[in-house]
């Protein structure tokens, strides 16, 4: 790996990191995209790698920060991560058996939708 790719890495990485303390956004919207537009990583290359991310406890200072302030409720946590467990687990499995073309085309959607719906039906 050369220089120059350490250091997009690096970018990217300390964008999305901030964004995910700000807004609380990052493997999907941000690193994702990144990995797939300016390194020319496959969907799945690019998805398997933000999930990697989250065996670490790479967003442990900005959890720890919310929750000092109260924003963390453990008991909605601790389900969802039940949830998030299975949920990843099978989508994963559907990801790596559909071809790249369709997996893109599926994420894209969904990030228009979101973002659609956040934009102009949120109150």
Not at 7 to 26: E, F, H, K, N, P
Not at 46 to 71: E, R
Request: charged share 5%; glycine share 14%; net charge positive.
């Amino acid at each position: 790996m050369n220089t120059q790719t350490i250091l997009l890495l690096l970018l990217v990485g300390l964008i999305s990191g901030a964004l995910s303390g700000l807004i609380g956004v990052g493997g999907g919207i941000i690193i994702v995209p990144a990995l797939i537009l300016i390194l020319g990583y496959s969907q799945q290359q690019a998805q398997g790698t933000s999930l990697g991310l989250l065996l670490l406890p790479v967003g442990i200072l900005a959890v720890w920060g919310y929750y000092k302030k109260g924003f963390i409720d453990i008991k909605v946590v601790l389900i969802m991560s039940v949830a998030f467990l299975i949920g990843g687990w099978l989508g994963s499995a559907l990801a790596l058996n559909i071809s790249q073309a369709a997996l893109k085309k599926v994420f894209a959607v969904v990030l228009v939708c979101i973002a659609t719906k956040m934009l102009f039906f949120d109150k």
